[in-house]
């Protein structure tokens, strides 16, 4: 799934040493096993690797023995930032926690489930309600036990249905109501007989504060001594004792409601992620033996047949059986025209069949689709989080318990020092204390980067969490990989000229013969253009990839090469074929030339057209102020024919080593984006600040960039920046929200001019706002 969070820019100079074990393979599977080194923006899509890792964070409990290898060794370099990566101990457990309101909850599950002594690594993932714990022995029962304690419901997860259950609205609703009936009666009460009217209040209060000081105990057992819940409670009960009846009551109606605000605000926040879930159906129908079989889709394996009804969503990543089928890819890449699919190509999970029945053969293993690799991004983004957020958070600890300080500060020296009135300044030490509830705070960052994230996920754009997000909207500059990247990826030959002597149809098959099998682009172009033309390739032996020159391989005890023509030795070429090499290039051609034996065969032309939403996107880049700048391995009159048109910098005749120095370089300067189109790219995305990987669903490289396009659609790169420094204001915005109604009544409350009930008022009024806010990133309209 999608990986590490970016180092900063400090560290990029050392990304690749650092990590040298991995991305030197990556480096030299591109310089070392490439075909092509005549255009040196090779396109080998490499299988994508069997994500053994990730098997180790589903299911209810895994082994080590089975696991836990691949856990430290496939996805060391790609997860390292993640504390959920690798197994800690023999075995990991899961459960689904429910009544999380805001991410102070997690901690609070936490800090319980860390007391047990057994417990080696504790996660709670609060966007899908996730509790991870790593464990050499099985202690299911006493994490149960201790998150039950701590206040919260628990159920182990179960693997046959990823949907959460559902919410029971009156069990939401019915404590509030009845409180609000109560405080009604009191009221009525109280205005026909003032001292019962308070019993009355005094019972409300204790009725409404049985649950929360419950509780609040809890979470001081557990761990957690300064929660939201022992504040109400040491203020509601001190009310009580100034005679405050009417406004204890009100305090705990009204932390009551807050709770439901926020319990909404989680809600709306994890409505994507359940979106996701449910475009995976539980069952399929198997076709085994000629026969049809409902069977749950957990139980489906690579290789299966599948039949899915038109109208019907993908269980499973599916390779196409049938001769084409139209797919609604809409949930996945944005795309709302369905996607017309040919026979042996792949489809990701969650598709829907639009028109017809379609047979299908399994490709993913349970629990490792597509829906399920975005998911995992979701809960690894959480561990990924915003500079800015880790400082909230950092600062949250800190702020409850000097607030309680000052409250007690607040209480005791007006009375002591000044003859203040003990009644009085009790009070407003108490309204303080409901000031020092960080929850608007505390939610205030993650409510803003999990709606965007939600929001970028709807647009077929995949980021790595707040981390990933942050470097975004800092980004001044983006490298971009020319071949499939700026242009479409798909070159045709355009001219085929031949020695004397020599038909074109015979340089063909020559040039055919060493590049066969391979999925080079230049390399398709020209199989493509001899099949086209009726020759027959006979497949050359001994095929080889020369790093830095070219493809070379022996045909009939013949030595054939195809290289680009300025990587061979300096007398190969006469001066009038220079000249013809040079003429190609400056109508932004790439030329190869074929060589038997030392001997020039001929030259074959080809050209790339650009993609037709490539000067859009760089319009829309300049208006936001960054530069665009293409690195490629074609020749450098090519490369300034397809710059030039687009009105940007390049930098051609590069090796996948020189992307790195150039993309190193860059960043030095200003921050850097590198776009590329797959694994090669890999070391490259590692240099830049942030990396982002162009590709189509299930064989897009996510396993090296923290951003990726899935729907191949360059404008979704405006559109993330536009989006990173969109969320980044509205955070702003959120903090001044919460800290600002704090500072406000701070003073009104010290003043007197604002009470309890109005204190808590203020901070469920500021969770509310700072949710509603954040929430309107999920509208965001794309930049025009």
Not at 92 to 102: L, P, V
Not at 435 to 463: K, M, N
Not at 558 to 587: C, F, H, M, Y
Request: with cysteine.
């Amino acid at each position: 799934m999608l990986s590490t969070t970016k180092k900063h820019k400090q560290s990029q100079h050392n990304s690749l040493s650092l990590q040298k074990d991995e991305h030197q393979n990556i480096a030299n599977n591109v310089s070392g096993h490439s075909h092509h080194d005549h255009s040196h923006e090779h396109l080998h899509h490499s299988p994508t690797p069997n994500h053994n890792s990730s098997s180790c964070s589903t299911g209810a409990v895994h082994s080590h023995e089975h696991n836990g290898a691949h856990c430290s060794n496939d996805h060391a370099h790609t997860m390292q930032d993640n504390a959920l990566a690798e197994l800690t101990a023999r075995q990991r457990f899961n459960w689904t926690i429910q009544g999380m309101d805001c991410p102070s909850c997690a901690g609070k599950i936490e800090n319980a489930v860390k007391k047990l002594s057994e417990v080696r690594q504790v996660k709670v993932l609060f966007t899908t309600e996730k509790l991870v714990v790593d464990a050499d022995i099985d202690i299911r029962a006493a994490v149960e036990q201790a998150v039950k304690q701590a206040g919260f419901a628990i159920k182990e997860a179960n693997s046959a249905s990823k949907l959460p259950p559902a919410v029971s609205h009156w069990k939401t609703f019915s404590p509030i109501l009845i409180l609000a009936a109560l405080m009604f009666v009191s009221w009525g009460i109280s205005k026909a007989n003032a001292p019962v009217g308070q019993i009355a209040f005094i019972i409300t209060t204790l009725i409404g504060l049985y649950p929360v000081a419950t509780k609040a105990v809890k979470l001081i057992r557990s761990g957690t001594p300064f929660a939201i819940e022992t504040l109400m409670s040491v203020a509601a009960i001190g009310a009580l004792f100034i005679d405050a009846t009417a406004e204890a009551a009100m305090v705990i109606l009204l932390f009551k409601l807050g709770e439901i605000l926020e319990s909404y605000a989680a809600g709306r926040a994890r409505r994507g992620v359940s979106a996701l879930m449910a475009l995976v159906p539980e069952q399929a129908l198997l076709i085994k033996d000629g026969k049809k079989k409902t069977v749950p889709a957990a139980d489906l394996r690579p290789g299966d047949i599948i039949e899915i009804a038109p109208g019907a969503r993908l269980p499973t990543d599916a390779e196409l059986l049938s001769p084409f089928a139209s797919f609604d890819e809409s949930a996945l890449t944005g795309e709302s025209v369905p996607v017309e699919r040919q026979q042996g190509e792949k489809v990701a999970a969650g598709c829907l069949s639009v028109d017809s029945a379609v047979q299908m053969k399994v490709i993913s293993e349970p629990g490792h689709n597509a829906i399920d690799r975005i998911l995992q991004l979701i809960e690894e983004a959480e561990e990924r989080r915003a500079p800015i957020e880790r400082f909230i958070d950092r600062f949250s600890r800190v702020y409850t318990p000097l607030i309680i300080l000052f409250s007690a500060l607040v209480v005791v020296i007006p009375p002591l020092f000044f003859a203040g009135s003990w009644e009085t300044w009790i009070y407003r030490g108490l309204t303080l204390l409901l000031i020092g509830c960080p929850c608007a705070l505390v939610i205030s960052t993650p409510a803003a980067i999990t709606s965007a994230l939600a929001a970028a996920t709807r647009r077929g754009s995949l980021i790595k969490g707040g981390a990933a997000l942050e470097q975004l909207g800092s980004v001044r500059t983006i490298a971009l990989d020319k071949t499939g990247t700026l242009t479409e990826g798909k070159p045709q030959v355009t001219e085929i000229e031949p020695v004397e002597n020599i038909s074109a149809e015979t340089l063909l098959a020559l040039a055919g013969a060493v590049e066969s099998g391979s999925h080079h682009p230049l390399a398709k172009a020209i199989l493509n253009a001899a099949e086209n033309s009726g020759v027959a390739i006979v497949e050359a032996e001994q095929r080889k990839a020369l790093a830095g020159i070219g493809v070379e391989g022996q045909l009939s005890g013949q030595k054939i090469l195809v290289a680009a023509p300025g990587r061979l030795p300096e007398n190969t070429l006469s001066e009038q074929w220079k000249q013809r090499v040079t003429e190609l290039e400056d109508d932004g051609k790439t030329a190869v030339a074929v060589i038997q034996n030392g001997q020039l065969m001929g030259l074959i032309a080809m050209q790339d057209t650009l993609r037709q939403d490539a000067i859009e996107t760089i319009r829309i880049l300049k208006k936001q102020g960054v530069d665009a700048v293409m690195l490629t391995g074609d020749n450098p009159r090519a490369a300034a024919a397809i710059a030039n048109r687009l009105g940007i910098d390049y930098r051609a005749g590069l090796l996948p080593e020189d992307k790195v120095k150039a993309v190193i370089e860059l960043n030095q300067k200003h921050r850097t984006m590198m776009v590329g189109d797959g694994i090669n790219d890999a070391p490259a995305m590692k240099a830049a600040t942030i990396g982002v990987a162009m590709g189509s669903g299930t064989d897009v490289a996510l396993e090296t960039a923290d951003a990726a396009l899935t729907h191949n659609r360059l404008t979704g790169l405006p559109e993330i920046i536009a989006l990173s420094r969109t969320t980044h204001y509205n955070i702003r915005q959120n903090i001044t929200i919460a800290l600002g109604l704090k500072a406000i009544f701070l003073i009104t409350s010290l003043l007197g001019i604002t009470g309890l009930w109005m204190a808590v008022l203020a901070d469920s009024g500021a969770t509310a706002l700072v949710t509603a806010n954040a929430v309107r990133l999920l509208r965001s309209k794309p930049q025009k």
